[in-house]
């Protein structure tokens, strides 16, 4: 299947600062990513859609000024968490789609520690 | 709206016994069903999908899933557990390809030997 890269894997910041989480497509192109947020024993739970060169769709309760997503190319979508808080410690994983999938490929995810 | 229940959130078998894992979909319009699995601080991983073609579709690992419309149900199994599936499993539908997977709450399978 295709290749999707999250990167990093792993992240622990200060309360109040800001991190960015990049998911790319390694060999497609992806015209819709998606981002999902897991908390511990949870399911995931989606944060947005976003589809290459339009803004970002939010699920209800998500906050796009705090949690800001670009997708400006086909093979890059961005997080970012703006002044992130300990309640926004979690597993983040983005997955991709192109135009003729029917599946969407999942990322290894970003553990987002807040301290 | 579509939504996924998967029944039992923590399945426990011996090393060679038959694995179940059940999954129920609820959607208006026939769906994309998935199984993913997911170890420990990892993403998500592939197990099958049914896409509207063979009601039986066989996955990775041994596993398969069978798609019942008229039981609504799309369970996993596999014929003989191994300890390398201990794991959390994760039912999902969708009703479209480029829309967003709708996850069930997922069910952690023990293996014991």
């Known amino acids: 299947g295709a290749v999707v890269s999250q990167h990093p894997s792993w992240v622990i910041c200060k309360s109040g600062t800001s991190v960015k989480i990049e998911c790319r497509s390694l060999?497609?192109?992806?015209?819709?990513m998606f981002w999902y947020r897991q908390f511990p024993k949870q399911s995931l739970m989606l944060m947005a859609t976003?589809?290459?060169?339009?803004?970002?769709?939010?699920e209800q309760g998500v906050e796009k000024d705090k949690f800001l997503i670009n997708h400006a190319s086909l093979t890059l979508s961005t997080l970012t968490v703006t002044s992130a808080h300990p309640e926004d410690s979690s597993f983040y994983i983005c997955?991709?789609?192109?135009?003729?999938?029917?599946?969407?490929?999942f990322g290894q995810g970003t553990r987002l520690t807040v301290v | 709206a579509q939504s996924v229940t998967q029944l039992g959130s923590h399945v426990s078998v011996s090393e060679g016994a038959l694995v179940l894992l059940r999954c129920n979909y609820s959607?208006?319009?026939?769906?994309?069903l998935f199984w993913y699995v997911q170890y420990p601080n990892q993403g998500l991983q592939l197990l099958l999908k049914?896409?509207?073609?063979?009601?039986l579709v066989k996955g990775i690992n041994g596993f398969e899933a069978e798609f019942k419309k008229s039981e609504t149900s799309f369970h996993l199994t596999k014929p003989s557990a191994h300890m390398s599936d201990a794991a959390e499993y994760f039912c999902?539908?969708?009703?479209?390809?480029?829309?967003?997977?709708?996850f069930g709450k997922g069910t952690t399978l023990s293996v014991s030997s």
């Open positions: 997955s991709a789609e192109g135009q003729k999938n029917t599946e969407a490929f």
């Open positions: 049914y896409t509207s073609a063979a009601t």
């Open positions: 060999d497609f192109q992806a015209t819709t």
């Open positions: 999902a539908v969708r009703d479209q390809a480029g829309t967003a997977l709708i």
């Open positions: 959607s208006s319009v026939p769906p994309y």
């Open positions: 976003s589809n290459e060169g339009s803004k970002a769709t939010y």
